[in-house]
């Protein structure tokens, strides 16, 4: 029944290490989000797609690299990880991206904790 | 640039009270705002949303008020409970964007005790 799922909960890495984490909503959605939330809680937005196609990226360095597969998925793969990579990372999903209400809502999955050692 | 920002950063209420939590916004070209809950360990939850052309709208508990004078909103919740405890996000989007970025604010601690 979960709506947005995500893996892994926690990782836990060294710096420079490469991980991937996974995001797939089962609301058929056709949009995908990834935000970064940092310690202070302030939610920022990283990355959006539309039907697999990339049409948000915000100022993210380029060692962060989103895949979407099929409009269901979307992952996210962080090269060269630094100290500063971690936080917790959201995905969420809507149902589109028009000015209709109901395509604004976004839903939420449980959130990644990334730690860099 | 655009800013969505909030007065208190935590807010303390004994069981049973109304607790207002403020947002301020910048840009006037925004033109949907959202009130979402945090709770520990969790993801954002949606509570209610409200669009430019309405000034309030009420949900099972809370009410959402829009001052688009002074670009100043806030999110009312009657008869506060333990389990209102949560960080709550204002988020806005601006008119006519049609990639669904949402700009949130910085969040408030509500907590609630007995």
């Known amino acids: 029944d979960t709506a947005v799922s995500q893996t892994p909960k926690y990782l836990v890495t060294q710096m420079g290490n490469d991980k991937s984490i996974k995001c797939e909503q089962n609301?058929?959605?056709?949009?995908m989000y990834w935000y970064k939330q940092d310690s202070k809680k302030f939610l920022k937005i990283m990355f959006s797609y539309n039907n697999k196609e990339l049409i948000i990226n915000e100022t993210v360095p380029n060692r962060f690299s989103p895949k979407s597969p099929d409009k269901a998925h979307l992952n996210l793969h962080i090269n060269s990880l630094e100290l500063g990579d971690s936080a917790v990372y959201f995905c969420?999903?809507?149902?589109?991206?028009?000015?209709?209400?109901?395509?604004?809502?976004?839903?939420f999955g449980p959130g990644t904790r990334l730690t860099v050692l | 640039g655009e800013s969505v920002g909030l007065h208190l950063p935590t807010l303390s209420v004994q069981e049973g009270d109304n607790s207002i939590i403020n947002c301020a916004y910048s840009?006037?070209?925004?033109?949907?705002f959202i009130w979402y809950k945090q709770e520990s360990g969790k993801g954002p939850q949606f509570i209610i949303d409200i669009r430019s052309n309405m000034d309030k709208r009420q949900g099972q508990r809370v009410t959402v008020l829009l001052n688009k004078t002074v670009k100043h909103l806030s999110l009312q919740i009657a008869a506060t409970q333990p389990g209102d405890s949560a960080v709550y996000f204002c988020a806005e989007k601006n008119r006519g964007s049609t990639l669904g970025r949402l700009y949130f604010g910085r969040g408030t601690q509500l907590t609630v005790w007995p």
């Open positions: 609301l058929g959605h056709d949009t």
């Open positions: 969420a999903s809507s149902l589109g991206t028009s000015g209709l209400r109901t395509h604004n809502e976004q839903f």
């Open positions: 840009n006037s070209a925004s033109d949907y």
